[in-house]
């Protein structure tokens, strides 16, 4: 918004709020014109929701060569800009959310450009927000790495939110939280976990797999199977029905001496060999 006369400065391009992880960077390029050598900028931080206890932001200003401007960290609110042959000038804004960082937490930033001519002023802002992060795993084991990541949750900082294990991915798992640097070291001692995909995921890209899956979607009748779990633990069988509607299956033992009907639940086998 501007306030212009004469030579008033004029601010535009990028600007408004931007979800950010713990330890992650928001930028912002804009641009200031004035028809007067001298611009002042001047800069009101405002944190939240709890600003006290709250760990600090660094917020930066970067001019178009990449040589700082401003800091946070400065005794000063302000500085002055200088317009030598008036016109143009391209700036980037840097936020960044300090590893600490709480779910929710909040920085405004006002940056307010005033000449003789009048004066003009552009907002910023980030919010922390979870991290969603993709764990390598030992094969056939995820389930063992998130039931172990799981019983970190609650040791020291309790910045593991959920750990998923989507049936059906294999060597994989989802893990949600703030500080991916604490993610990353409460993981260090579990022996089946391999280490995180580089980048985050979000709830978008993993939608599909919240969707509850039919335990028999796939399977055909004539379908050989490996019993997984109960009395028959470890044997072979052949699918002789199918129960969508329960999620059930039917199978025959294939080393039994008399063929039995034995009716499990579908995720009490896995396939080992597809009807052709």
């Known amino acids: 918004m501007s306030d212009l006369g004469l030579g008033g400065p004029i601010m535009a391009g990028e600007s408004g709020t931007k979800d950010v992880h713990a330890g992650g960077i928001n930028t912002w390029k804009f641009q200031l014109s004035t028809d007067v050598p001298v611009a002042t900028l001047c800069f009101d931080i405002v944190t939240g929701p709890d600003s006290d206890n709250a760990p600090e932001w660094t917020v930066t200003l970067y001019d178009s060569t990449g040589g700082e401007l401003w800091s946070n960290y ?4 302000e500085i002055d800009i200088d317009f030598p042959g008036k016109g143009v000038k391209e700036f980037k804004l840097e936020i960044i959310c300090p590893k600490g960082a709480r779910y929710g937490d909040t920085v405004d930033v006002d940056i307010q450009a005033s000449s003789t001519g009048g004066t003009s002023t552009t907002s910023f802002g980030a919010v922390a927000k979870q991290s969603i992060m993709v764990l390598k795993t030992q094969i056939d084991q995820e389930k063992t790495v998130a039931d172990a990541l799981m019983s970190k949750a609650n040791v020291g900082e309790k910045d593991i939110f959920a750990v998923f294990s989507p ?13 991916t640097d604490h993610l990353r070291e409460k993981t260090r001692d579990i022996k089946k976990a391999r280490s995180f995909v580089d ?3 979000s709830i978008d890209e993993i939608s599909h797999y919240l969707v509850p899956v039919s335990a028999v979607i796939g399977m055909v009748e004539g379908d050989l199977v490996e019993l997984i779990n109960g009395p028959f633990k470890g044997e072979i069988a052949r699918v002789q029905q199918i129960d969508q509607a329960k999620e059930e299956i039917t199978v025959e033992l294939v080393e039994a001496m008399v063929p039995i009907p034995v009716t499990v639940k579908g995720d009490s086998v896995r396939i080992i060999e597809k009807e052709k």
């Open 74 to 77: 400065r005794s000063k609110r």
């Open 167 to 179: 049936a059906g991915l294999r060597g994989y798992v989802f893990v949600e939280g703030m500080n």
């Open 199 to 201: 980048g985050e995921t």
